[in-house]
């Protein structure tokens, strides 16, 4: 089988971005950690203010959606990282049969 310039130019980009994922995922699980810490920490430090009324619903109005972003960034990266842990399986059946067909 024979590919074009563009489909060359894809597989290439393919094999790059499985290789960057590989390297990064120590990095993108520490993110997914401290993003999470980050979120419990400003829910924590809401909690603890809770003593003043008016002071309460100042932070909360900034700090709870920042905290649940953090939160629920940090978990998607974490689950992303995990359940990808080896590259993602699809992107590796796609090149591997692009391999296969292209030696054949």
Not at 5 to 22: N, S, Y
Not at 23 to 41: D, H, K, Q
Request: cysteine-free.
């Amino acid at each position: 089988m024979k590919l074009s310039d563009a489909e060359q130019k894809l597989v290439a980009k393919l094999r790059k971005q499985q290789r960057d994922f590989i390297r990064l995922r120590w990095f993108r699980l520490i993110i997914s950690g401290l993003s999470t810490g980050v979120g419990i920490y400003g829910l924590l430090a809401l909690y603890r203010s809770s003593r003043s009324d008016s002071l309460f619903a100042v932070l909360a109005t900034f700090i709870v959606p920042v905290a649940y972003f953090f939160l629920v960034l940090g978990a998607w990266l974490g689950a992303d990282t995990l359940m990808n842990w080896h590259g993602r399986a699809e992107v590796d059946l796609l090149l591997r049969l692009i391999e296969d067909s292209h030696d054949a």
